[in-house]
């Protein structure tokens, strides 16, 4: 079977939301009508992986941001202005899709719509004990707001800069 990515639209909430919950532990569930609103943000640049059906197998919601700024667990994504900053909120891949690559072809497909507006820098928090993945993936450590709290222990913002042609 193949998959196709595309952009997310707040009609997609609802299976980014059923994604979500067999993902997640349940502190971290958020919901289907934040996400509705979320994927309607103009800030949004949230992108999911479809089968040929069009059913949703996996997502990455991600919005324009700045350095520092965390979006607080059940928050809503906020306008910036003077966003230079590619924010990766939450991805998710269904288990019976895990280990096919598709969490790095999203992230490919991310950092292509980042550079195409000329953001070179990325931030997110780590939860679930995915440190480690996300400093395979170029991210490391980085001070940042109180609202990283709302995470719960063990909760990590991590940065990372990705100049087009190189891959860390």
Avoid: N
């Amino acid at each position: 079977m193949s998959t196709s990515i595309s952009p997310l639209t707040a009609a997609d909430a609802a299976s980014v939301a059923r994604i979500q919950a067999v993902c997640y532990g349940p502190a971290l569930i958020e919901g289907e009508a934040l996400y509705a609103r979320r994927l309607a943000s103009p800030a949004h640049c949230s992108l999911g992986v479809r089968d040929d059906d069009g059913s949703l197998v996996a997502y990455l919601a991600a919005y324009w941001s700045v350095p520092g700024a965390v979006t607080p667990l059940h928050g809503d994504f906020t306008v910036r202005e003077d966003a230079d900053t590619l924010y990766l909120h939450d991805i998710a891949v269904l288990p019976a899709r895990a280990g096919r690559g598709l969490a790095h072809a999203l992230l490919d497909a991310v950092w292509s719509v980042a550079h195409a507006r000329d953001v070179y820098w990325a931030a997110l928090v780590s939860v679930q004990e995915t440190e480690m993945f996300w400093r395979r993936q170029g991210f490391k450590p980085a001070p940042s707001s109180a609202e990283l709290d709302s995470y719960g222990a063990g909760a990590l913002y991590m940065t990372c800069e990705r100049v087009p042609g190189l891959r860390s």
